[in-house]
């Protein structure tokens, strides 16, 4: 008999912050108002069914084609002229959490989660605290293919195993795990965590099979492509090791990102010459983690916020004030502990023609002048190589 619902219970493990009538604390003390919201759950499921079909249908303006189709068949569409319901319903059920506001604590969890703690005018976020319940339903609307349900649950595995929701959720915020054994046509939701080769074993047999359920051939990829998609040529994920607890695991991953970012060079001197004299440099290395970064040197230095411009053809330079950063860092609960997680979406940085460029530029002596990308994303590689004992899941 064909499916026509999913269940996961699940389980916070990691802070999630959401949105709400009132997502941060006031100054009178008002409880904020979080809330366990569809629409977040959705628009986390479409990024990571488009990774999946992306990374079988390819990037061509073909594949693109297709991989639209079949996310708005699935999960509806906005378009004006073909919008509307997809296949698959999603909503929440039987949701039991806590809720707290998040304060400055150890060095790395501050570092990965800095702007949800208070910073100027702004007072800290609420977040859903670990421990906290929930039900994740998906369901198929009547008269629709169940294959549109099976994309929809290897959508959910993937944003189980690799993503997370709402702010920060590629910083190791927003994770949740499944609190009872569940599966879907053979596809388990459940990590084992004795060994970090099991854990490879599960993540690589679980891709194989969703990779299988989307059952069409590559059309063709472009070297650097055109959004993150999940195939070995693009993507690259590493197991990074087990910890007894949650907020352990957080820590270390964000204290060894911390020291691997901060006062680094050849960044920090090109970028002081580069902003106090306008000396031209290759790039700002650095920026492959995601676009805005702010720059601040003390005593007297220079400042200003390094993002991106596109020169386009007409002269109507566009503005980016922020690139998502390419590198998701998760933690997953495991039948015995939990594993930190890096999955590495080796896209295209910025568009074609687009550079970065210094914004707000104070105490300068001359205008720095537009500088290229990174030409690729060594510096993260070479931070899970210098820095884990990591385990890459190897899947084809």
């Given at each position: ?87 698959v319903g999603l909503r929440i059920g039987n949701a039991n959490i806590t809720k707290t506001t998040f304060h400055r604590d150890q060095i790395g969890t501050n570092y990965l989660l800095w702007s949800m703690a208070a910073f100027g005018n702004a007072l800290p ?69 004795t060994t970090l080769q099991e854990i490879s074993d599960y993540l690589q047999q679980g891709l194989k099979t969703i990779r299988g359920w989307v059952g069409a051939p590559a059309i063709s990829f472009s070297a650097f492509s055109e959004f993150d998609i999940l ?166």
């Open positions: 008999m064909p499916l026509k619902k999913f269940t996961l219970k699940s389980q916070v493990v990691t802070n999630l912050f959401l949105g709400g009538s009132a997502p941060r604390s006031t100054e009178e003390g008002e409880t904020g108002v979080i809330e366990l919201r569809p629409p977040s759950f959705r628009g986390a499921l479409r990024y990571w069914l488009r990774a999946l079909l992306g990374g079988v249908y390819g990037d061509s303006p073909a594949g693109r084609a297709l991989v639209a189709q079949q996310e708005a068949l699935v999960f509806g569409s906005t378009e004006n002229e073909s919008g509307g319901a997809g296949s976020r609420y977040y859903i605290e670990a421990d906290s319940t929930f039900d994740l339903i998906l369901s198929l609307r009547p008269g629709q293919p169940e294959q549109s349900l099976r994309l929809a649950v290897a959508a959910l595995w993937l944003l189980t195993n690799l993503g997370g929701v709402g702010s920060r959720s590629r910083r190791t915020a927003g994770s949740f795990s499944p609190l009872e054994t569940v599966s879907y046509d053979g596809l388990s939701f459940n990590m084992p965590g195939h070995p040529q693009s993507c690259r994920i590493w197991i990074l090791g087990i910890w007894d607890k949650a907020k352990e695991a957080v820590e270390e991953i964000g204290a060894t990102f911390r020291a691997s970012r901060s006062y680094t060079n050849p960044d920090h001197d090109r970028v002081l010459a580069w902003l106090s004299s306008g000396v031209a440099i290759p790039t700002v290395t650095r920026s492959i983690y995601g676009l805005p970064i702010p720059y601040q040197y003390s005593r007297g230095g220079p400042a200003a916020i390094i993002q991106g411009v596109h020169f386009l053809p007409d002269d109507d330079n566009k503005e980016f004030d922020r690139r998502s950063s390419p590198l998701w860092l998760k933690v997953v609960r495991t039948e015995s502990g939990y594993v930190g997680i890096a999955t590495l979406f080796k896209s295209r940085f910025l568009p074609s023609r687009a550079m970065l460029y210094a914004k707000d530029v104070k105490r300068s002596s001359a205008e720095p002048g537009a500088i290229n990308p990174p030409a690729d994303y060594r510096l993260i590689e070479d931070w899970i190589k210098d820095n884990w004992d990591a385990q890459e899941v190897i899947y084809a």
